[in-house]
């Protein structure tokens, strides 16, 4: 049996890999790590940085670090999307994760409840 079964599939059956945290059904953690992640914030998009422990080193066999300038800077990619910062470079994020307006999001840091923190930055590249 393979560890890539239970991750979640779109329509056409492709791994949506970057809708999980790189903590994601790490044992002894509970629900996605998000009551021990400082990066796991319901009020605003909070994606995993590429230092983390557990999202820098992605080991999905079909990540590849993207060198074409083309897909690296589409616009019509929703990086919003991802839920970890290192999948702004894979390509295969770049290739099958949603386009611009596909997907609602949740709150975006403009909409961050007053009880976050102020400081909240969004670096897409």
Known sequence: MSVFTDLP?????????WT???CYNLEGLTDNMS???PHARDDCYSPCPPDCKYAAGCSNPW???????NLILDETIDRLGAIKKTCYMCE????HGPRIGEIEHPLIPEQATK???KEVTLHLF
């Open 9 to 17: 599939r779109n329509e056409k059956g492709i791994v949506e890999c």
């Open 20 to 22: 999980l945290r790189g």
């Open 35 to 37: 009551e021990e992640c």
């Open 63 to 69: 990540h590849v670090v993207a060198h074409d300038i």
């Open 92 to 95: 295969h994020f770049l290739k």
């Open 115 to 117: 009880e976050s923190s």
